[in-house]
T-cell receptor
Framework: GENVEQHPSTLSVQEGDSAVIKCTYS??????FPWYKQELGKGPQLIID?????GEKKDQRIAVTLNKTAKHFSLHITETQPEDSAVYFC????????????FGQGTRLTINP | GAVVSQHPSWVICKSGTSVKIECRSL??????MFWYRQFPKQSLMLMAT?????????EQGVEKDKFLINHASLTLSTLTVTSAHPEDSSFYIC????????????FGPGTRLTVL
């Protein structure tokens, strides 16, 4: 089955700097890669996703890149703000079929003022 | 984005009792819903896939007789934790993709279960 590895487990950056979180996946059949932000005591919130037919997607300060050959994808947050502090999860799934999401271990991002 | 709600948001129960958690899609129909469990400082682990009008499918290691799932309608799935024990204490979260085979999943706010 699919296995998703996420790094780093914790990340601390100064406000205004950029943050990058990386994930690798094992199943080449996976073709959908969402990123979720989870604040303490809340459910995950979808922040951006990418499908395997594109290599990069951007939404304001957030971007995701995908390298299908290497089977890895990354989340980039620019101009970080204190409200970006949260736990971020990557996930992988196949669009067809059961659509089960397999999550990475999570990254606790702390933005220092 | 689509909205998924859960009820209750938190519940405390005594060991041996049963607890029901509801998951509702508020502005879309969901033929499939997913139930996850999350322990403190850990990732989300899929427990089961809830299918409207048919039996749920459970992930390996999840006891189907302990975690009863009912997908009663296109907007409601319930998870019942039967004979709860302290080790069942966790954060339970549901998710649902909008109908039509869409891949995007929206998560509910979660339910914190504490078993005394």
């Amino acid at each position: 089955g699919e296995n998703v590895e996420q790094h780093p487990s914790t990340l601390s950056v100064q406000e205004g700097d950029s943050a990058v979180i990386k994930c690798t996946y094992s199943d080449s059949a996976s073709n959908y890669f969402p990123w979720y932000k989870q604040e303490l005591g809340k459910g995950p919130q979808l922040i951006i996703d990418i499908r395997s037919n594109v290599g990069e997607k951007k939404d304001q300060r957030i971007a995701v890149t995908l390298n299908k050959t290497a089977k890895h994808f990354s989340l980039h947050i620019t101009e970080t703000q204190p409200e970006d502090s949260a736990v971020y999860f990557c996930a992988a799934s196949m669009v067809q079929g059961a659509q089960k999401l397999v999550f990475g271990q999570g990254t606790r991002l702390t933005i220092n003022p | 984005g689509a909205v998924v709600s859960q009820h209750p948001s938190w519940v405390i129960c005594k060991s041996g009792t049963s607890v029901k958690i509801e998951c509702r899609s508020l502005d879309f129909q969901a033929t499939t819903m997913f139930w996850y469990r999350q322990f403190p400082k850990q990732s989300l682990m899929l427990m089961a896939t809830s299918n409207e009008g048919s039996k749920a499918t459970y992930e390996q290691g999840v006891e189907k007789d302990k975690f009863l799932i009912n997908h009663a309608s296109l907007t409601l799935s319930t998870l019942t934790v039967t004979s709860a024990h302290p080790e069942d204490s966790s954060f339970y979260i549901c998710s649902a993709p909008p109908g039509g085979g869409a891949d995007t999943q929206y998560f509910g706010p979660g339910t914190r279960l504490t078993v005394l």
